[in-house]
């Protein structure tokens, strides 16, 4: 019996960056996972740094934490999201762990004298990288690896060389090199253009990779005689010239997709005979996000207002809980500066929640507290994650418990009263690299609470990204008053979970409840955070539903890019 070969697509993008070749790949992961198969993805990432957990979330996005504690791209978020599959470290190969194993090696001597050089040593790691999930699970059928950048940068070639050798290397049915790429509507001309996407495909087939599928990012479909002009001119049979046209919501790529025929492209490059997936699940959620019968405003209050893709994962997390609400959740981004200057009043008083999302540094952060005063004074529902319940705590020791000059360590060293420090095996720490509380921790709830109603077990587990911490000696301070610590970690040390008891819906995370949101299965606190959310505003205008007309977008991506 011939053992089992993993099959490998290598999905590469072309023309300009934010094509969406994230959600492209985890479409058609999802379609493949859905006809039957064992899938795994890779995403690698040409840049040096190690891992993006210090890189400026301005320049890259969120940093998303795996279970394992990893910090990886955002684009592994997409992955779990559409394949509802936990991901771990192997997903994620960037540049500088390829060239940190390789230089480790070289100075061991491991070398034995060579000279150690892009081709064979780097290329050759990585394609142990991209080996190595087939290894450690034999049965995957197919692995996913998205290139990241733009075909034709420096700093992508030993990637895209090493994807060649390893094709060279095997059965031909066994990979397949699909394309994305833009095809640009220009509205002066009324025409679709094709030249970038010749340039691009030109640019792969210079260095050996002729792609089988291409993808084409754009804004009207594509005519029969385009996507022959296409074919013909990137070496590529015209019906395998697929359109990737914008949507209103990225789930309903992978319908699109399925309905365009690209999985069963896929799986005839791949010699894969397999039955039809069944979407019914996924139609059912995107017909639910189209079609929501009552809309509420959630006010996010944070110092990134700008750059959405610094919160993707809580973004996503509110459609999840929105379409099990059969609810629009618009979105308002308030700066906490703003906050800080024009008071609370001038942005939050039509919101029916606010959530306060994780952050690092001092920016902001009274802004945070007076924002959270406001909503907890005017029962608002109220979400803290991370730095969130960290400013909740402040703001209730001063405003409730008298403790005026409360504050966090993080930001003020020299505090009287450091409701929020450093635990005391973490001071002295001055590595930023991986010094954090990273990864799923378990917690265990007490059984009175709202978190527990939401979840409906005592015993969870939730990814951290934080260095600071609850300071215990306030402990009894907090014990005569409605702020309750109801989620602990088991040893009873580490407070992951506070509420306010006299509010509709005040709750408090130290972890990141967004990071295990899916898309069939809404995050449980975000679900109920949601409904209080509705509850507020049905109680606010009376017992109507606030009509949803469509002045407003809906909050997410629509119209954004996939
Ligand atoms: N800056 C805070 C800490 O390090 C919170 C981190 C976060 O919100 N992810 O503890």
Redesign the pocket.
């Known amino acids: 019996m011939s053992e089992k070969r993993t099959k490998y697509i290598f999905v590469t993008g072309g023309v300009v960056s934010a094509l969406g070749k994230g959600i492209a790949s985890s479409s058609l992961g999802l379609l493949l996972k859905k006809r039957g198969l064992k899938v795994n993805m890779i995403k690698c990432d040409p840049y040096i740094n190690v891992d993006p957990g210090t890189m400026n979330p301005f320049q890259h996005g969120e940093v998303f934490v795996l279970d394992d504690g990893s910090e990886t791209d955002l684009d592994l978020g997409h992955y779990e999201r559409f394949l509802d599959q936990n991901m771990s470290r192997e997903n994620n190969v960037t540049t500088g762990q390829i060239y940190n194993t390789v230089i480790t090696r070289e100075r061991r001597g491991d070398y034995l004298g060579a000279t150690v050089q892009v081709i064979p040593h780097i290329t050759e790691e990585i394609k142990a990288c991209l080996r190595k999930p087939a290894l450690s699970n034999p049965d995957t059928d197919v692995i996913i690896v998205e290139i990241g950048g733009t075909v034709g940068d420096i700093e992508s070639q030993p990637f895209l060389e090493a994807i060649r050798q390893m094709a060279l290397e095997s059965e031909p049915e066994d990979t397949l090199f699909i394309h994305l790429t833009l095809v640009p509507y220009i509205g002066t001309a009324g025409e679709l253009k094709t030249k970038p996407t010749q340039h691009s495909v030109k640019a792969l087939r210079e260095i050996g990779i002729q792609p089988k599928i291409l993808l084409c990012r754009t804004a009207k479909d594509l005519s029969e005689s385009i996507r022959k002009k296409i074919g013909l001119f990137c070496n590529v049979a015209s019906k395998y010239v697929f359109p990737a046209i914008d949507v209103e919501t990225i789930y309903e790529v992978p319908l699109r997709f399925h309905q365009d025929g690209l999985d069963d492209a896929v799986c005839k490059h791949l010699g894969l005979e397999l039955g039809e997936p069944d979407l019914s699940d996924w139609e059912n959620l995107v017909s639910r996000f189209k079609n929501p019968n009552q809309r509420v405003k959630i006010a996010i209050c944070g110092k990134y207002v700008n750059l959405k893709d610094a919160y993707k994962s809580i973004i996503e997390a509110f459609i999840h809980a929105g379409i099990e609400n059969d609810a629009r959740v618009d979105l308002i981004w308030v700066s906490s500066e703003d906050i800080k200057q024009y008071g609370a009043d001038k942005f939050l008083s039509d919101i029916d929640g606010l959530l306060i ?5 001092e920016r902001g952060v009274e802004g945070k507290i007076e924002a959270i005063r406001y909503v907890r004074e005017k029962n608002i529902p109220f979400f803290g ?4 319940m ?1 400013c909740a705590v402040i703001e209730f020791a001063r405003n409730i418990c008298g403790l005026e000059d409360a504050h ?1 360590y ?1 930001f003020y060293a020299d505090t009287k009263k450091p409701v ?1 420090h450093l635990m005391a095996d973490q001071e002295g720490i001055t590595n930023l690299g991986g010094t ?2 990273l990864g799923a921790y378990p917690a265990v709830l007490d059984e009175d609470s709202k978190s527990y109603a939401a979840y409906k077990t005592n015993g969870i587990s939730e990814r ?6 609850f300071n215990n000696t306030y402990r009894e301070m907090y014990a005569d008053t409605s702020l309750k610590l109801i989620g602990m970690s088991p040893d009873g040390r580490l407070v992951e979970i506070i509420e306010v008891v006299d509010h509709p819906w005040f709750v408090g995370v ?1 972890f ?1 409840p967004e990071l295990k949101s899916r898309p069939t299965k809404a995050h449980p606190l975000f679900r109920e955070f949601i409904t209080a959310a509705v509850a507020y505003t049905v109680k606010k205008n009376g017992s109507e539903v606030t009509s949803v007309s469509d002045e407003l977008e809906p909050a997410g991506h629509t119209r954004e890019q996939y």
């Open positions: 999302p994780g952050g690092f540094g994650i991370c730095l969130g960290q966090s993080e929020i954090m509380r951290h990204r934080h260095r600071y911490e130290q990141h």
